[in-house]
């Protein structure tokens, strides 16, 4: 039997039914410290409950472009998504087996805080030091295994902080050695060293003075910097 011959007789229906979606952890960097953006769901299960903005993965669609169609649709954000890590365990829904594909979308603080204004049953949640804060400062937990796929995200970007330039979308377009400082500081839950910090950043050839200052601060003004990088790695 050739191929052709075989795909004819090929029944898809004789495997039990499996869904593919996409899960995305859009997260900012806003007043020192993590934020996500969730967004309230409007359907069972779970309806009410903030989670993760996701979709299922349509049959003619590419999974990139599921989780940008997600990122887009449900939070109102238009930016790169890089995919982290595929979620499987068998009871992770309850309405069917379905596999998810966690993506993260990093962006400025603006561009968040203005798509939380333009869609609505969006919020933003803090993260400190790894921990989901409601606005009244308690833990919060996320449905389904939503939770687990926060922490992993977190746990990616924390390894990939010194790899690769991905953490600079969370900042703008400029900023000064204060502002980065405090992002890393943020992302991985320690104080750092002010001069080694600085020293290794500026000496790792990933930084470019801008020679502009700070405006506007009611601190001294510090030179602004931006990133010296190659296009974000995304899908």
């Known amino acids: 039997m050739d191929d052709a011959a075989f795909l004819a007789a090929y029944d898809p229906a004789a495997f039990p039914p499996l869904a593919v979606a996409v899960d995305v952890v859009p997260l900012t960097f806003a007043r020192g410290m993590l934020e996500v953006l969730l967004t309230r769901r409007s359907e069972q299960p779970a309806r009410g409950r903030l989670a993760l903005p996701g979709a299922f993965v349509r049959a003619d669609e590419e999974l990139g472009h599921a989780a940008r ?12 998504v890089r995919q982290f890590h595929a979620f499987g365990a068998v009871g992770r829904d309850p309405r069917m087996r379905i596999i998810s594909i966690g993506y993260m979308a990093l962006v400025d603080a603006d561009t968040m805080e203005a798509a939380c204004l333009a869609v609505s049953g969006c919020e933003r949640l803090t993260i400190s030091n790894g921990v989901l804060r409601s606005p009244s400062g308690r833990r919060a937990s996320l449905p389904f295994d939503h939770d687990a796929i926060l922490e992993r995200a977190l746990a990616d970007l924390r390894r990939d902080l010194d790899r690769d330039d991905w953490a600079f979308g969370l900042l703008p377009e400029t900023f000064s050695l204060r502002e980065l400082q405090a992002l890393h500081e ?17 000496e790792s050839g990933r930084l470019e003075a801008t020679g502009e200052m700070e405006t506007g601060k009611g601190f001294r003004p510090a030179e602004l910097y931006r990133a010296r990088r190659s296009e974000h790695a995304a899908d």
């Open 186 to 202: 943020a992302i991985r839950g320690e104080t750092l060293n002010k001069p080694a910090f600085r020293k290794r950043l500026v």
């Open 69 to 80: 169609r997600a990122l887009r649709d449900k939070a109102g954000l238009d930016a790169p």
